[in-house]
């Protein structure tokens, strides 16, 4: 289960803050049922879309679909889990899955698949892992297109979805159809409710400013420490998160800070960068309580602005001190996200669950791989306060570093 961050509660937009709460029901796509709601879900709804008799379905083209999207009525429609909303004066549904219109051997992809509803109301997505683009529009009379921000629902009916000339063509020549599927494909109804996430139980006046308490204390330095003369860290921020925000405008790295590779994990079939590393600045370790703090500089930025989320994660310092392990980030942003350039813990550490851990024979070089990140205890001094519920997890951070 997945949520939108969004650490500034009850302000800006109606957030889906759990993506799989909801699910689309479709003849374009097709999709799982969502997961068993809990108390951390914070929506639900239907987007149904039904085969068009003319355009695709009378050219023989059917659809077939990848886990999670499960085909319904003969493959006439279809279930997809939505991986992200919000309704403001529009109403955004990010669908997690991937679709296929198949005729005979060939067949065209669909990804990314985001439905859009407003004075404009479109589908965009990815077609055969090309760059997003609006690959159809929806028309329907306006008394039948209904958005309402205070109650955060968004409803529709008798939609008609008909490609782009773009789309219809690229369709067209990969399915070698008789001809361009200019046509109604298919008939859409929506219906959603999105709520908001429950503000936190209590709230200190600095934390309702900017989502973080009191700046963390930097860790004491023991007075046997020495220092570390070298040391690597890659960050891993939770993956579906990383999905949700590249519906928007995505990720981005400045002041240092680099991207990982570009990667195709469960959930997408779209790759992207779901990892970051950080130049070393500096840091000590001490032998004798095992604890260690190395502090790292640069910043990956986090953009989806239709969801007013612009916000950035800087300067990291990793603590590695028994149960008490912990990663602080400068935290900064606009709009939705205004954390005032504050410290706060993003994660707690668990040393214990880490997929490897070792020390070299001479005793100077320490690693810690794939340790996996939670959410800090005390949620109040977190910019995670009140959207995540203390010890879920959010990623994972790998450490080495080299005592002189």
């Known amino acids: 289960m997945t949520r939108m961050l969004s650490p500034v509660p009850r302000r800006s937009t109606r957030s889906l803050l759990v993506p799989a709460a909801l699910t689309l029901v479709a003849g374009l796509a ?59 004066t529009t109403a ?38 090309g760059q997003r683009r609006t690959i159809g529009r929806l028309s329907m009379p306006a008394k039948r297109l209904k958005l309402d921000r205070d109650a955060a629902t968004a409803s529709a009916s008798n939609a008609r979805l008909k490609l782009t000339t773009s789309t219809a063509r690229t369709v067209r020549k990969r399915l070698e159809l008789r001809r361009t599927p200019t046509g109604n494909v298919a008939t859409v109804a929506v219906t959603g409710h999105v709520k908001d996430a429950p503000a936190p139980s209590s709230c200190s006046a600095a934390y309702c400013a900017t989502g973080l308490g009191a700046e963390p204390p930097v860790l004491d330095r023991p007075s046997g420490a020495v220092d570390v003369r070298s040391a690597s860290l890659v960050w891993t921020p ?70 007013t989320i612009d916000m ?34 993003l994660i707690d550490l668990d040393l214990g669950k880490a997929a490897a851990t070792a020390v070299s024979p001479d005793g100077k070089t320490h690693s810690y791989v794939g340790v996996p990140g939670t959410i800090p205890a005390k949620a109040g001094s977190s910019v995670f306060a009140g959207f995540y519920a203390p010890g879920e997890r959010f990623g994972s951070v790998t450490l080495s570093f080299t005592t002189g």
């Open 238 to 307: 939770l993956d579906s998160f990383v999905r949700y925000i590249n519906t928007g405008e995505g990720t981005s790295v400045s002041g240092g800070a680099t991207d990982g590779p570009r990667e195709v994990l469960p959930g997408s079939s779209s790759a992207f960068v779901y990892r970051f590393g950080f130049p070393f600045q500096r840091g000590w370790f001490d032998a004798a309580t095992g604890t260690a703090a190395t502090t790292f500089r640069g910043k990956v930025a986090f953009r989806f602005k239709t969801h």
């Open 312 to 345: 950035s994660a800087a300067d990291p310092e990793i603590e590695i001190n028994g149960g008490k392990s912990r990663v602080i980030f400068r935290m900064d942003g606009k709009d939705g996200t205004q954390l005032g350039g504050t410290r706060g813990v």
């Open 30 to 88: 097709a999709g799982g049922a969502a997961s068993p709601a809990t108390a951390a879900d914070f929506g639900a709804g239907s987007v149904s879309l039904t085969n068009g008799s003319t355009g695709l379905k009378g050219q023989g083209v059917r659809w077939s679909a990848s886990s999670p999207v499960k085909l319904r009525n003969g493959r006439s429609r279809a279930v997809l889990p939505v991986e992200s909303g919000a309704v403001t």
């Open 92 to 129: 955004t549904l990010g669908l997690k899955g991937t679709v296929r219109l198949t005729k005979g051997k060939r067949r065209v992809t669909l990804t990314g698949l985001q439905v859009r509803l407003g004075k404009r109301s479109t589908v965009t997505g990815e077609v055969d892992g």
